[in-house]
């Protein structure tokens, strides 16, 4: 009899591995093809103007220059950065938000002196790398990311802005929609850049921004009542997000 549970038990086992694995597959499947779908989406973009430089061309014109006094403070990213109202979460701060939804570093990096450098502000705060990992400009090797980033770093130390480096966020597979982001975005990769960035910024003098630790759950995940989408904070993870990047950014102007 025990014999003939185990047999059964372990049947029901195997099923569910193989039913577990075939559901993983075609959720990759899944977020594979809606990420070349929005890559097709982006090629008369990608094509014309790869870095996006227009979309802050204006903006950027508009701005004058900082005064002597003025903390000026640009946010330079992807969606993450792009999504957060700066201005609620830092009212009457001179934060400036150059944010571009669906960016890499490459992109950021095209960018970096119109939209960072130009703009002269005191610290520079780049949360960047959660879509080169998901594909969204073509493969990319960690270590292609973390070059890029570390260019955007040392840009930045050339033209005395203080550089807060981010901790990309973690993610989840909790619902529906997270299904497209999480199979792109393996948490171990995610990990891996997440340990470089935090071992840079102690060998070159920039503050880590660390997301990750306060918004990870105990199964490695991004916590599920902070994105509605496994990838996107919501009023509750910018809410996590804010005083983080408050400590971050005062510590880097008061060694500015």
């Not at 039913?19 to 977020?31: E, G, I, L, N, Y």
């Not at 802005?161 to 497209?180: A, D, F, G, M």
């Not at 916590?223 to 983080?244: F, S, V």
Request: charge should be negative.
């Amino acid at each position: 009899m025990m014999r003939k549970t185990l047999v059964i038990l372990l049947a029901v086992l195997t099923m569910s591995a193989v039913a577990f694995t075939q559901q993983s597959t075609d959720d990759m499947v899944k977020a594979i093809e809606g990420r070349e779908r929005y890559r097709e989406g982006l090629i008369p973009l990608f094509m014309s103007d790869f870095g996006n430089l227009g979309r802050y061309s204006d903006a950027n014109a508009k701005l004058a220059l900082p005064t002597s006094a003025e903390n000026r403070v640009v946010f330079m990213g992807d969606s993450i950065t792009d999504m957060w109202k700066l201005e609620q979460s830092f009212p009457g701060k001179p934060y400036v938000n150059r944010g571009i939804g669906g960016q890499t570093t490459p992109q950021m990096l095209i960018r970096f002196r119109p939209d960072v450098i130009d703009l002269t502000p005191k610290v520079v705060v780049i949360l960047a790398g959660t879509n080169d990992i998901a594909g969204n400009t073509g493969p990319m090797t960690l270590a292609e990311i973390e070059a890029n980033i570390q260019t955007m770093a040392e840009l930045a130390r050339l033209h005395n802005i203080r550089v807060v480096l981010s901790s990309v966020l973690p993610v989840n597979n909790y619902t529906e929609r997270s299904k497209l982001m999480f199979p792109i975005r393996p948490p171990a990769q995610i990990a891996e850049l997440n340990r470089w960035s935090k071992d840079y910024c102690v060998r070159n003098d920039c503050i880590y921004l660390d997301y990750f630790s306060a918004m990870v759950d105990d199964k490695g995940m991004l916590q599920a009542d902070l994105a509605e989408d496994g990838l996107h904070p919501n009023d509750k993870g910018y809410a996590i997000m804010t005083p983080l990047a408050r400590k971050a950014v005062d510590q880097a102007l008061a060694e500015h």
